[in-house]
């Protein structure tokens, strides 16, 4: 019988975890490199704050996820969008920007954790 309450508990969180998953609608971007000067080859990518990157580099940068290759730069949100859609009405998606995480919770109790598969 313990055995069979593990498994459904073990359910539950990876069902809740797929859900998050899925309701992760992350923001991305990509800048395109430009060659200003033909004497002058480029060596990588700078970021926002002007820190260079290497060809082939990957860093993070406020909750972005970041990498560099010859086309340009391209960075993701680690944070999932709070307006996803299938998040279900009695739970709401909240973002912790420090810890670039996100928890699905009750509305009616922000202190539970939101478990749409019970």
């Known amino acids: ?7 459904q508990a073990s359910l539950h969180v990876f ?4 859900g998050l998953l899925v309701l992760c609608h992350s923001d991305c971007f990509f800048q395109e490199l430009v060659l200003k000067d033909l004497n002058n080859p480029l060596k990588g ?3 926002k704050e002007g ?16 990498s560099c290759t010859s086309e340009g730069l391209s960075c ?3 944070i999932p969008d709070g307006n996803a859609a299938g998040v279900p009405d009695e739970c709401e998606l ?5 810890t ?5 919770l009750l509305k009616s109790d922000k202190t539970k954790e939101c478990n749409p598969a019970q």
């Open 94 to 98: 909240v973002v912790n920007k420090e």
């Open 76 to 78: 993701c949100s680690k």
């Open 45 to 47: 990518c700078v970021d």
């Open 51 to 66: 820190k260079q990157h290497d060809f082939g580099s990957e860093w993070d940068i406020d909750c972005m996820v970041c």
């Open 100 to 104: 670039c995480s996100a928890t699905l």
């Open 15 to 18: 069902v809740c975890l797929l």
């Open 1 to 7: 019988m313990y055995f069979i309450s593990l498994l």
